[in-house]
């Protein structure tokens, strides 16, 4: 009996020894390479929404323009909070943020603010949705002007702001553990409320009110130019919901795992890419007239070269 349970203890030993092992493997040889993923696809994404985003049918367009901001901070945040994580698992090179408590400050709001206005343009895609989706004579139709557009960005910037200053108030050099939390119940509480309630409450709440007017307008009769209108909206509106649905579920993973979380950086390219007909058909258009602008231009210089050549 007591060689059983024995036998036993070390089999089970044996095999928790190679669980850890199989983890450290894991850890030391495949989740260090992840925040340079990150970034590689990110950057791929980033050239891609700034390509199409910039093409003449999509410049004016409201939602596209906060969907191009939210690129631009997207690529901030991977060159920032994620991709130095590649350098310090693999290298040993780290930043100096963590010398000064000036700097762990300034370190710590970076690593809240990028990505909390990251999904703030997120909300704004969607805010942008909802008010296009309202009747013309709704004044909320005014916030889709393209005048309106520098002021919403400079508020939903301000106001990403003020929502994550709580992380350098409650952050400094702490004894031993180095640049981390003074008060880490308020840390934890100020988190749940303006990242883990705020900003998922509000795009659920109008993706329902979005999702309430798209219903309400498909009852209306309308011209052909009205219908095709409504269906360039409807198309940035499932893209919009799609990006949201996959931000909550990463944000949730977040709770588990903060391997994933990047994935917030890098998805709204490929998201666009599936879920858009008009996006892709933008951008194979821009490559397409890319390509030809190309091939006019090499032509141009060949025929250049046989007149010079002529004429010596």
């Known amino acids: 009996m007591i060689d059983n349970n024995i036998t036993t203890t070390v089999d089970l030993i044996q095999t928790s020894k190679s ?16 925040p340079l993923i990150y970034f590689i696809f990110g950057l791929i994404g980033f050239i891609g929404n700034v390509f199409t985003y910039l093409q003449p049918q999509l ?18 945040n991977l060159c920032i909070n994620s991709f130095p994580n590649y350098f310090s698992g693999k290298y040993g090179i780290t930043l100096p943020w963590f010398t000064l408590s000036g700097l762990c400050k300034f370190s710590i709001f970076l690593l809240a603010f990028i990505p909390y206005l990251s999904i703030s343009f997120l909300c704004m895609a969607i805010i942008d949705r909802f008010a296009i989706t309202c009747d013309h004579t709704s004044s909320v139709r005014r916030i889709t002007q393209l005048r309106k557009v ?19 108030l409650h952050h400094g050099l702490v004894p031993i553990i180095g640049c981390g939390s003074t008060n880490p119940t308020l840390t934890g509480i100020a988190y749940i409320i303006f990242s883990g309630l705020l900003q998922p409450i509000t795009m659920i709440t109008f993706v329902l009110l979005t999702y309430r007017n ?18 360039l909206r409807n198309q940035f509106i499932v893209t919009i919901f799609a990006q949201i649905l996959v931000t909550s579920f990463i944000s949730m993973q977040w709770v588990i ?56």
Do not use: E
């Open 150 to 168: 520098p002021w919403m960005i400079c508020l939903t910037v301000l106001t990403s702001g003020l929502f994550t200053l709580y992380a350098p």
């Open 59 to 76: 410049r004016s367009n409201t939602c596209c323009i906060y969907s191009l901001c939210g690129s631009f901070i997207d690529i901030i």
């Open 214 to 231: 798209v219903r309400r307008s498909r009852g209306r009769v309308g011209d052909t130019a009205q219908t095709n209108r409504r269906n």
């Open 257 to 312: 795992t903060n391997n994933f979380y990047y994935l917030n950086n890098v998805k709204a390219f490929y998201i666009s890419i599936l879920t858009s007909r008009v996006f892709r058909k933008t951008l194979f258009d821009g490559l397409k007239n890319l390509y030809r602008r190309h091939i006019r231009q090499q032509m141009n210089v060949s025929m250049v070269k046989p007149f010079t050549q002529t004429r010596n």
């Open 19 to 34: 669980l850890i092992d199989d983890l450290n493997f894991v850890s030391q040889n495949i989740l260090i390479y992840l």
